[in-house]
């Protein structure tokens, strides 16, 4: 499979709101994890959606402020992100999961912990600047 493909970052002001689109064709199976990096600084998980947008998980970071939602029809993961800080500045991942906490558990249905070893496909990334 393709990697997965963001779009949708920009420039905007502390308070404004911005978008973020990943086209995840082939990957309808797959809970698909955002993740963020800024300069010097770790890749941080911040939300996940299962394969039927049964569960979404978000970090305490953003909680209350970003909401993940897919449409398989599209083939699209989006991030809808208000009320940004200047800290929210990074460049944003999206990728894919197949985690299993359990054998018997179906592929995609379950977000896993964000850590990078539980996602793949990882795409290029989106920059996401919030500055006055």
């Known amino acids: 499979q393709s990697q997965l493909v963001e779009s949708g970052g920009g420039l905007v002001q502390p308070g404004g709101s911005l978008r973020l689109s990943c086209e995840a064709p082939?990957?309808?199976?797959?809970?698909i994890g955002w993740f963020r990096q800024a300069p010097g600084q770790e890749r941080e998980g911040i939300s996940c959606?299962?394969?039927?947008?049964?569960?979404?998980k978000y970090a305490d970071s953003v909680k209350g402020r970003f909401t993940i939602s897919r449409d398989n029809a599209k083939n699209t993961v989006f991030l809808e992100m208000n009320n940004l800080r200047p800290e929210d500045t990074a460049l944003y991942f999206c990728?894919?999961?197949?985690?299993?906490?359990?054998?018997?558990?179906?592929?995609?249905?379950?977000?896993?912990?964000?850590?990078?070893?539980?996602?793949?496909?990882w795409g290029q990334g989106t920059q996401v600047t919030v500055s006055s």
């Open positions: 990728a894919a999961s197949m985690f299993q906490p359990i054998i018997e558990a179906t592929p995609g249905t379950y977000c896993p912990p964000f850590q990078i070893r539980h996602y793949r496909s």
């Open positions: 959606i299962t394969r039927n947008s049964g569960r979404t």
């Open positions: 082939g990957f309808d199976k797959y809970a």
